[in-house]
């Protein structure tokens, strides 16, 4: 089975920008699509983009759209999510899941461990 490995996370300043990646280890990664959730302290597991691995169709969550942009790198089996102008309320660990089915919905499995990323205001 695949294994996802998330990097990339760090503490910023609002407004600042960072790159996640989420790299799949142990084969080539065939599912549908991925994607990317976060949790922050306290609160459910939220979605926050994914894509068709195949395609590379995206769909985002409304809270991140504009803002952030998730990519896909097939040769290197790595996914990407570029956050720009970033708030606060983005502060969460995120997660990278594969996607097995082709709607955006899911479903989600084989979680990553998460990276933290924490904005200050």
């Known amino acids: 089975q695949v294994q996802l490995v998330e990097s990339g996370g760090g503490l910023v300043q609002a407004g600042d920008s960072l790159r996640l990646s989420c790299a799949a280890s142990g084969r080539t990664f065939s599912s549908a699509g991925l994607g990317w959730f976060r949790q922050a302290t306290g609160k459910e597991r939220e979605f926050v983009a994914t894509?068709?691995?195949?395609?590379?169709?995206?769909y985002y969550a409304d809270s991140v759209k504009g803002r952030f942009t998730i990519s896909r790198d097939k040769a290197k089996n790595t996914s990407y999510l570029q956050m720009n102008s970033l708030k606060p309320e983005d502060t969460a660990v995120y997660y990278c899941a594969e996607r097995r089915g082709w709607g955006s919905l899911g479903p989600y499995d084989n979680w990553g461990q998460g990276t933290q990323v924490t904005v200050s205001s």
């Open positions: 894509i068709t691995w195949s395609s590379g169709a995206t």
